[in-house]
């Protein structure tokens, strides 16, 4: 396994009075695919939030324990650089309601970049590592929901990667989408664990064990197995992680 | 058959009858007020009347003072309630984190937009003539306090329908709140501003209760600067003054005749306006 990018520490999560993570401890590695897999409500996707403190925007959220990255505590760091340098991408595809160029120039505008050839640059590297670029490169101008879904859905994987993160997060990216845009982004998401670190919450067996080289199942807030991904698939452990990849429950 | 029903019949014809006796009525009266307006209306309306200062000498009588004061007494107002409605709007919907809080000062705005003008009006004449003096600015503040609501409220409403997931994925890029707000949430709720800003124009535009107390009679041309700090009556209060204090009927109803098209045209605005962003949203 390669080096960890973020540490997880005892971590525990409150919605209010209910507890939706309970003590999990796992260490996140570079240049690497960890799935992310459980029953819904099991806080998978909680857990992907909390990462990048995107729970933060939930008045009722608490935490205790420690998320380290890069040895940095998340909790001590500045959230808007925390997230330039840990991306998120979202269940349903989200691009902003203006054209595709000002979509992907959005995260490096945000972080001061003005320079329009700058820009240019990054924006068409972001859109050719995103696998997009010879689909939008002669209408760059036009409105990102013009998009299909699924070039939505890579549109917002460019927009995440022009800002140079470390950490790519991905909640169910392909929940939303058809078998061959599913199949773009996973061959997508192959390509980009050469240089980023890939966090996906997925509900779907078969794409946990096609792309992932870790992956983690949750149960009711725990973490149950962590392992790697054709292991954990063929001898699991733990007794509840096999009734759930064999379909018992979930 | 049910027997229940059988006695009723008689009525169905009837209520058909009826219904359509009312509509018929509403659309009646509606052309007739509108036709009775212009036509009494447009025969006095001229280019002198529009482009001259009334004269006791000369015994003119011209609305060029009226149509100035009313332009900016709509300026002005709208130059406040603008900025100050979108940003309790913002404030309430993005920042307020106490739902009690914002729900007071939602209820207040509501009971705000229910009381008539004629108070609004009492009121502005005892915080802003009394300090400003009977002026076209006293006015305009009057009119700031009214037209809050309808600024506060549909920015709100517009607010609201823009989609969380675009909140997420700015500050998922890292995004401060205000750049969210500024770049992406703002942005896409102009139409609520805009449904806002065309109400309250018509609004302003048909206000006098309130502008008899606050912003005065007087009938001279001035700048802008000049016309805030001194008092003038706008279109509807020089009506009043022409109709029913110098039975000047003519130019009464060529004021009238005015402020109709005026409404038409906001009607109209309104719907384009409507569409535009239809059409927008669905591209």
Redesign the interface.
């Given at each position: 396994m390669n080096q960890p990018v973020i540490t997880v520490q005892d971590l525990n999560l409150w919605y209010g009075q209910s507890q939706a993570l309970r003590s999990v401890s796992i260490q996140i590695p570079d240049r690497a695919i960890t799935a992310l897999i459980g029953p819904s409500g099991c806080g998978k996707s909680t857990f992907l939030k909390t990462l990048d403190r995107m729970n933060d925007l939930i008045p009722s959220v608490r935490v205790e324990g420690q998320v380290l990255y890069q040895g940095q505590d998340i909790f001590q760091t500045d959230v808007n650089q925390l997230r330039r340098e840990i991306g998120m991408v979202f269940q349903k595809p989200n691009p902003f309601p203006m054209s595709i160029y000002d979509n992907v120039a959005y995260g490096p505008r945000t972080h001061g970049t003005r320079d329009k050839k700058t820009l240019d640059q990054l924006v068409e590297r972001a859109l050719r590592d995103a696998a997009i670029w010879d689909e939008v490169k002669d209408r760059l101008k036009k409105n990102a929901l013009s998009l299909s879904g699924g070039q939505q859905q890579r549109l917002c994987i460019a927009r995440a990667l022009a800002v140079q993160p470390r950490v790519l997060l991905m909640d169910e990216p392909t929940s939303a989408l058809d078998p061959i845009s599913t199949s773009r982004i996973e061959d997508l998401v192959l390509s980009l664990k050469e240089h980023y670190a890939i966090v996906m919450v997925t509900h779907n067996m078969q794409q946990a064990l096609r792309v992932s080289d870790q992956t983690a199942f949750f149960l009711l807030g725990e973490l149950i197995e962590f392992g790697e991904t054709g292991t954990l698939f063929s001898q699991p452990r733990d007794k509840r992680t096999e009734d759930y990849i064999t379909g018992r429950f979930g | 058959m049910m027997m229940t029903s059988s006695p009723r019949r008689p009525l169905v014809p009837l209520v058909r009858v009826l219904s359509l006796l009312a509509a018929g009525l509403t659309a009646l009266l509606t052309l007739f007020l509108i036709g009775y307006i212009l036509l009494q209306g447009l025969p006095h309306l001229s280019w002198e009347l529009v482009s001259t200062s009334p004269s006791y000498i000369s015994q003119r009588v011209g609305i060029l003072p009226d149509l100035l004061n009313t332009l900016y007494i709509t300026l002005t107002t709208l130059l406040f309630v603008l900025p100050l409605g979108v940003g309790a709007a913002v404030y309430l919907t993005e920042y307020a984190?106490s739902r009690r809080l914002a729900g007071a000062i939602e209820y207040a705005a509501e009971a705000l937009a229910g009381i008539p003008s004629i108070i609004y009006g009492l009121v502005g004449m005892l915080l802003f003539s009394n300090t400003l003096g009977t002026s076209l600015m006293a006015g305009a503040l009057t009119l700031v306090i009214m037209n809050l609501p309808t600024i506060m409220r549909n920015t709100q409403e517009s607010l609201k329908t823009v989609?969380q997931?675009?909140?997420?994925?700015?500050?998922?890029?890292?995004?401060?709140k205000w750049?969210v707000i500024r770049?992406?949430v703002l942005p896409?709720c102009l139409e609520g501003v805009v449904t806002g800003c065309i109400l309250s124009v018509g609004r302003i535009l048909g206000e006098s209760a309130a502008l008899l107390f606050t912003a005065g009679f007087a009938h001279t041309a001035n700048d802008f600067f000049t016309a805030l700090s001194s008092p003038g009556a706008t279109l509807t209060v020089a009506l009043y003054v022409y109709a029913k204090e110098q039975g000047e009927f003519g130019a009464a109803f060529a004021i009238a005749a005015i402020l109709m098209l005026l409404a038409l045209a906001i009607n109209l605005l309104a719907t384009l306006s409507a569409k535009f962003f239809q059409r927008r949203n669905a591209?």
């Open positions: - | 984190s989609p997931s675009y909140r997420e994925g700015a500050f998922g890029l890292g995004a401060g750049r770049t992406v896409n591209s």
